[in-house]
């Protein structure tokens, strides 16, 4: 590296990420293969580690535009709590004020601002399927999809602590209805028409996370649609976090968004 690359890390509901104001394009000029460069980077215990990383990047007609990759080195449309995380980033650095919007893959997202609490618009809901069947190895089982930014499979349990969460959504995720592109896997469980559980195996990361922002959205469509729940509705993550979940003409993700440390990435981190 020509000269020092500083990060952030953050955190949304157990999510984390690493995120870097490469709005003078200094990432591509430093690292001519950008997955290998977020593959180490996001390497737990030899790296800085995380469920992704995100490019800030110059936006013509909005305050930024961002690029979300998973820890794989995919890159995903969208990231419900990397955008809650994008949006403080970006008011903590003076690229935007409390009110902002910025270009991803999937649409124009907005965001507004009351502190660390960071409230998401999301773009509209898409290809919204209701209780239909799949077959497994060993049986057939129902469940419902919808996108919302990001593919995701939906399934209601009546014990989300006793689902072998990285088993069954690792089945899921790679089952050829979805593609060759595959989904994110949402379990939950309805207390009531406000308050919902979840859990979510999560591709890119391959595995359960402590939340997924466009899980928790994706799981309130489909149950309001249902008739099962209210708006707004709060769901409980794996991290411990609320999130407050908009359901309507439009969508939002509501939530805190953390700074864990600022930092200075050294090339043996990448070694």
């Known amino acids: ?6 990060f952030w890390k953050m955190s949304a509901s157990g999510n984390d990420f690493i995120i870097i104001d490469n709005r003078d394009g200094k990432v591509y000029d430093y690292f001519k293969d950008i ?4 593959v ?16 800030i990047e110059d936006s013509k007609s909005h305050d930024f535009r961002w690029r979300f990759f998973n820890s794989d080195g995919s ?14 980033f970006a008011y903590m650095k003076g690229i935007a004020g409390e009110k902002m919007a910025f270009e991803t893959i999937v649409g124009v997202i907005k965001a507004t601002l009351h ?9 509209q809901p898409e290809d919204l399927k209701l209780d239909y069947p799949i077959k497994l190895e060993d049986k057939e089982i129902f469940l419902s ?3 919302t930014g990001v593919p995701h499979a939906i399934l209601i349990v009546d014990d989300i602590e006793r689902i072998p969460v990285s088993e069954l959504g690792r089945t899921i995720r790679y089952h050829g209805a979805f593609g060759d592109k595959g989904t994110n896997v949402d379990f939950v469980e309805i207390i009531d028409e406000h ?7 999560e591709r890119g990361v391959e595995g359960e ?13 489909v149950l309001k649609e249902k008739k099962l729940i209210k708006s707004p509705v709060n769901i409980e993550t794996r991290g411990g976090e609320i999130l407050k979940i908009y359901i309507g003409d439009e969508v939002y993700l509501e939530g805190e968004a953390h700074i864990i440390y600022e930092g200075i990435l050294h090339e043996e981190a990448l070694s």
């Open 1 to 6: 590296m020509r000269e020092r690359l500083e």
């Open 115 to 123: 502190g660390t609490r960071v409230k998401l618009q999301l773009t």
């Open 35 to 38: 997955t290998e460069f977020i």
């Open 195 to 201: 308050h919902l559980k979840i859990r979510t195996y």
């Open 75 to 88: 890159e995903a449309e969208m990231c419900g709590n990397g955008g809650r995380c994008a949006a403080r």
């Open 209 to 221: 996370t402590y939340a997924c922002g466009t899980g928790a959205v994706a799981v309130g469509v």
């Open 40 to 55: 180490k980077i996001c390497r737990r215990h030899h790296s800085v580690g995380a469920d992704g990383l995100i490019l």
């Open 145 to 147: 999809s919808v996108n």
